[in-house]
């Protein structure tokens, strides 16, 4: 508040406008404070029941806190995601106010303002793992879940497919009604509670290649017309088993294989 204004009269027939501009702002200086102020030398004596006007500290900024929301939001995941993982994040929800709270919405996917190469290869859903396709989106907002009990415990799958590697920031977001009293007058509050998770997206393998002669011996360089082999070496990067389907290995117009070539790594 920069300005009170106090209008005497009536709308068709006004008899004065007072205006006090000491509580700062572009109507106020603090030259105009300083003259307001030596204007009263002596301030007459109110009864006790009364404040004078010039002792009201100006207060020129305020803080208004939300109210603390009773609701645990609890994220389990097992680390590194693969790239293109179908990975599964379990969201756990549980109310701990004493009335049942109302209107229970869902955010959950990638935390807006990161790359956006991260939000183009970032695919989120809670329908299930097999409806992770490119028409799922990065982020899920406001996914209505309802009413939720005093103590009572939800648990939610959200599934993440990721198709480069690198670093991402998920946010969990919940917010939710719920009745409340505030100095005596009954009022609608709304509250939310929100949770980020960093996860780390890895290759699955990590391919070596090498060249060696016919007698197993390295090789720096090869020749034109002298057989030679290539060895490849897969490591995998999954603490968890692996089950490759099929390889491929693609040969350019200038090298021929001896052998017709067959995947050697079938359901290995």
């Known amino acids: 508040i920069t300005s009170v204004d106090l209008i005497l009269g009536s709308e068709t ?19 105009e ?18 404040v004078h006007w010039d002792s009201i500290t100006i207060q020129a900024s305020t803080m208004i806190i939300s109210r603390t929301p ?5 994220l389990r995941h097992e680390p590194p995601a693969l790239n293109n993982e179908i990975y599964c994040l ?13 209107d229970v919405k869902l955010t959950a996917g990638l935390k807006p ?6 939000t183009q290869k970032t695919l989120v859903t809670l ?14 907002t406001d996914i209505p879940i309802g009413n939720l009990q005093p103590g009572e415990k939800l648990e939610m799958p959200l599934y993440i497919r990721c198709g480069t590697v690198g670093t991402r920031v998920f946010l969990v977001y919940v917010s ?32 070596a290649v090498k060249f060696i002669s016919i007698k197993f011996e390295h090789l720096d360089r090869v020749y034109a017309d002298i057989p030679f ?36 790594m079938e359901n290995g």
């Open 70 to 74: 009773k609701l645990s939001v609890l």
């Open 127 to 140: 329908q299930g793992a097999e409806t992770c396709d490119d028409s799922s989106p990065a982020l899920l």
């Open 33 to 50: 404070a300083v003259q307001a102020s030596r204007s009263f030398k002596r301030r007459p004596k109110l009864p006790e029941t009364e």
């Open 229 to 264: 082999l290539l060895m490849t070496d897969i490591l995998s990067a999954s603490p968890w088993s692996l089950t490759i389907l099929s390889s491929q290995l693609q040969l350019s117009s200038s090298v021929t294989p001896v052998d017709q070539l067959e995947s050697q």
């Open 176 to 207: 939710y009604l719920i009745d409340t009293s505030v100095e005596d007058k009954d009022i609608i509050c709304r509250c939310h509670r929100d949770e980020t998770v960093t996860i780390e997206t890895v290759y699955p393998f990590d391919v």
């Open 13 to 31: 027939g006004r008899c004065v406008i007072l205006n006090w501009r000491g509580g700062g702002g572009d109507a106020a200086s603090a030259q």
């Open 113 to 118: 303002g990161q790359d956006a190469n991260l």
């Open 90 to 102: 379990m969201i756990t929800i549980q109310s701990q106010e004493e009335t049942v709270i109302k």
